[in-house]
T-cell receptor, first 116, second 112 residues
Framework: EAAVTQSPRNKVAVTGGKVTLSCNQT?????MYWYRQDTGHGLRLIHY???????EKGDIPDGYKASRPSQENFSLILELATPSQTSVYFC???????????????FGAGTRLSVL | QQKVQQSPESLSVPEGGMASLNCTSS?????YFWWYRQHSGEGPKALM?????GDKKEGRFTAHLNKASLHVSLHIRDSQPSDSALYFC????????????FGQGTKLSIKP
């Protein structure tokens, strides 16, 4: 079973503060993703990456930065956190060239972020 | 407007019954579809993918795709209480493309 680990699991931040959410995968997958989940909106793509050193903007990148320093790690950075960024954040990994598992995503357990 | 729309928002089905979930893409470029399931407090997990027109069956789950109408459905027969979860439809441009777009989800409740 593919393994994606997110940290922290819960985070309370102050408005204007910097927040870093971390994700580690041991699947050796090329692709990694950050989504946020809000009621009524489902999962919305923030940033994704095709490999170490690459980051791509998703559908809602404003206010977020991403960093992929290695195959295993992918971080989401909120430089100036705002209350509208209160949400549950999910990291996922996927192997676009994985044969029958083509593009199947494996998700972490999520990080619940509250910005006060 | 979301490129992947799901209906209904919520659905209640008696145990042993059939649950039917729907998904439509408003972007003709999205022609490859997945269904994911999320139990409360967990991350989503892939159920099945469907890339060709017609039906695809995996156990109690059957997905149906109509590429002409960009409509995909998921049918769960003999529904079990453990099937109670949030179900997401997801789509991408290509079967091996990185960008996967999700719908807003359908909350399924199975009543004992």
């Amino acid at each position: 079973e593919a393994a994606v680990t997110q940290s922290p699991r819960n985070k309370v931040a102050v408005t204007g503060g910097k927040v870093t959410l971390s994700c580690n995968q041991t699947n050796n997958h090329n692709n990694m993703y950050w989504y946020r989940q809000d009621t009524g909106h489902g999962l919305r793509l923030i940033h994704y990456s095709y490999g170490a050193g690459s980051t791509e903007k998703g559908d809602i990148p404003d206010g977020y930065k991403a960093s992929r320093p290695s195959q295993e790690n992918f971080s989401l950075i909120l430089e100036l956190a705002t209350p509208s960024q209160t949400s549950v954040y999910f990291c996922a990994s996927g192997d676009a060239f994985g044969g029958v598992s083509q593009n199947t995503l494996y998700f972490g357990a999520g990080t619940r972020l509250s910005v006060l | 407007q979301q490129k992947v729309q799901q209906s209904p928002e919520s659905l209640s089905v008696p145990e042993g019954g059939m649950a039917s979930l729907n998904c439509t893409s408003s972007d003709r470029n999205f022609q490859y579809f997945w269904w994911y399931r999320q139990h409360s407090g967990e991350g989503p997990k892939a159920l099945m993918s469907i890339f060709s027109d017609g039906d695809k069956k995996e156990g109690r789950f059957t997905a149906h795709l109509n590429k002409a109408s960009l409509h995909v459905s998921l049918h769960i027969r003999d529904s079990q209480p453990s099937d109670s979860a949030l179900y997401f439809c997801a789509a991408s441009v290509g079967y091996n493309q990185g960008k996967l777009i999700f719908g807003q989800g359908t909350k399924l409740s199975i009543k004992p």
